[in-house]
């Protein structure tokens, strides 16, 4: 069984990878496992989805959505499969649709 303790993604108890920050989701899918993390304050880190193997080897990070806003601080706030489609929604309002190849945005929406 999968699951995420802070910063670790534990298989059966043990550590399979370590994040550098807290996980605030992990989404369990066919061909890979995506976390994401939380973006701490004061802290500029917005490339804060990560996708992994089975095997527990970094796959790709998502394509930072560049800010409409003006914004700087522009994190991802979760993911979800949709239809067999990967999206990342951020905290401004935007959904974005990431290739499952590579974590590239293949389009963004505007939610708010």
Known sequence: ?????????????????QTRYHITQLLELAEMYLLVEVSPLGILYNDNVTAISPAGELLWKAQVLPSVSGAVDNPYMSVRETEGQLWASNWLGWAVQLDPANGHILQKVWTK
């Open 1 to 17: 069984m999968i699951s995420s303790e802070r910063n670790k993604v534990l298989v059966d108890g043990s550590v399979f990878y």
